[in-house]
């Protein structure tokens, strides 16, 4: 392919990206710009089986990416469950390198009506190592489970933007 064939190639994908339907998230009238700051989501204390900190830093990780639910319209239900899984065993048996799996499922439910606009259910994990002292080993632990929650929410923002059926708020 030549570079001028390259280059309008490259002229025409918005012009087919418009073609299509497809609309920025961000842009006005888009799934973020329409949820952002309207999602009131579950406080941490009544998430169905997560942990303190867990819970507490899922929400606050969704709250920064959706906004604070100030005039909410929809309802974001959450269930979260978090297990350690050794990874890496040495030859005496001792545990060096754990994994903390996380799996989040969501509901985001319109207030107005009941629908649910967008469900689903995500996983991922974060992995600390067990070989310091034990308040390295302490803070890894801490620091791996922020971090999987940072993830989660990630995935759950994502698919709630990818996936938000909005038409009937609009009616």
Known sequence: MSLLDRRTLLLALPLLAAACGF???YAPGGTGS??????????????????????????????????????????????????EEGQAITADNEI??????????????????????????????SGYSATGT?????????????RLMVVLADQITAQILATADLSAAAE
Do not use: C, M, W
């Open 134 to 146: 034990t308040i390295e080993t302490l803070a890894g632990e801490r620091d791996a489970h922020e």
């Open 34 to 83: 329409e949820l952002h700051g309207r999602i009131e989501v579950q406080d941490p204390e009544e998430i169905k089986g997560a942990s303190g900190a867990d819970a507490y830093f899922l929400v606050q990780n969704l709250e920064q990416r959706l906004g604070r639910g100030s005039s909410p319209a929809y309802a974001l239900d959450l269930t979260l469950s978090t297990r």
């Open 23 to 25: 609309t920025p998230v």
């Open 96 to 125: 060096t390198r754990y994994s903390v799996v996380g799996t989040a499922s969501f509901s985001l439910t319109r207030l107005s009506d009941g629908k649910v606009a967008s469900s689903g259910t995500v996983r991922n994990f």
